[in-house]
């Protein structure tokens, strides 16, 4: 910390507020950087369509009169 000039001259709140903002900063970088790597795909969502499906076709299934 001795390379921010004036650091050491600033209130212990602004001191808290200048590191509360650097791991914030930090933290959404490494967020939007893991998103992006990854491909920003939401598989949850996609095999939660997919379990929706699948539900409403055994439903409608079961609704069709057999023909026995």
Avoid: C
């Amino acid at each position: 910390m001795a390379g921010l000039l004036g650091y050491r001259s600033l209130p212990p709140k602004a001191k808290n507020l200048v590191v509360a903002g650097g791991l914030t900063t930090f933290v959404f970088g490494v967020y939007f950087y893991t998103m992006r790597a990854v491909g920003g795909t939401d598989e949850l969502q996609t095999a939660i369509d997919k379990f929706e499906e699948q539900k409403s076709k055994n439903e409608a299934e079961a609704r069709m009169p057999s023909k026995v």
